[in-house]
Every structure is written in structure tokens, then in C-alpha cells.
């Protein structure tokens, strides 16, 4: 990028998705993005628009994006808003989309818009293995993952993520076994290493998972 961007471009990078960095916008200023490196065109259909790491720094540097947020879980989007929020298990109202065929759409194309990220941002232009986007958003990362394979989120049944002082990981708690070991394998499957562990006290089990680096 050879100037900053403009008062315009930056409200359609301040209004990107929190958790995927899509865009929406006009194709001429989503245009204008990318010649600018600041955003990306998805090379499968319907080609949506999503920030670059460029992007993503311009957003954070308004103090509008990730960086600015105090570290939590993150809540479900309002229904309204139109943005996407990977499901983390805490939300305390079940969300209305739940289980839609829009809800599905809207995650797989979350995937898909990761998956990419990867590809541009890895070194080696890796799919397979966590980029530094999911390194630093480990529960946006980890709750799109196991929705992306389909395991249920909860609060009441299903999956659970949260933060944990350990760096670079998260805990995953399910109510059920099966639900626990099917979200193993959906992280592993993601590119994540995880390991189960037991509480003290009261023997629950749970999972730690961190992005696999190589």
C-alpha cells in the first residue's frame, strides 16, 4: 500500500466481520481494497471479500478491531447485526439461527474465507495448518473449526471454549464423552494439537488445544 487509506475505505474496514474480517462493501471499493492489499477476493463462490493482515492491523489500529476488545469469550452477534460470530458454547441465549440452512451457509463460507487466509498467509502457503490470525483469536479460532465439522455448541449440551492462562491454547469441555472425543478429532482434523486432561477436583475431563506450528 503506497498511501493510507481513505475516510471511506476505513468505515468498510472498521464494519468488517469481527470474527472473519469479511467485507461488505460496493465490488469498485472492494476493488480498491485489494489494489491497496488491504482485502482479498475468495476464489470460490459467491467470492466474498475478507482483509488481509494488512487489513486486519489497519482495523485494530483504529481501535475499532480485535485488539481493542477486553479478552473474553466472544458473545453470538446479534441477529440483526449481519456479522458472523463462530459459536463458543457460552452464549447465554441460544441463538434463533441455530441449526438453519443460512446458519450452515454462513459458516461453511467463514471456513472457507480461514482456509484461505491460510493459504496467503502461512509461508508456505499451507491450508492445514493455523495461520497468525488464529494464533491471536485461539476461542474464534477453535469455535469455528468445531462448528465448521459440525459438532454442536452449547451452553445446555454440546461444546464449550474458553480461554485458559496456558499460552497458545484454549479449553474444550463437552457435556458427553463421545461429544469430547468427537471434538478431538475435529481440531486435530483442523490442524490443531490436543491433549485431554482431568480437573482437580472432580476427575471432569476436558481438552487443551494450540495451533499446530509445523
Known sequence: ???PPTAAQRRIIEAADPATGRL?????QLVGLVRHRLAFR???????YFLTPTGHRVREDAGTGPAAEIPAPPPAAPAASGLFAARTGA???PPQDAGTPARARDVRSAWEGLLEMRRMTNPDGARDRPCAWE???LVRAAALALEAAGCSPGPDEGYRVGETPQPEAVAVRDVTSDGLRA?????????WQVSEHAERPG???YLLASPRRG
Not at 461488505?24 to 469498485?28: F, L, P
Not at 471434538?183 to 490442524?191: D, P, W
Open 1 to 3: 500500500m503506497t498511501k
Open 24 to 28: 461488505a462493501g460496493s465490488e469498485a
Open 42 to 48: 475468495h476464489p470460490r463462490p459467491p467470492h466474498a
Open 91 to 93: 452464549e447465554p441465549i
Open 135 to 137: 494464533r491471536t483469536h
Open 183 to 191: 471434538c478431538a478429532s475435529a481440531l486435530e482434523a483442523a490442524g
Open 203 to 205: 476427575g471432569v475431563r
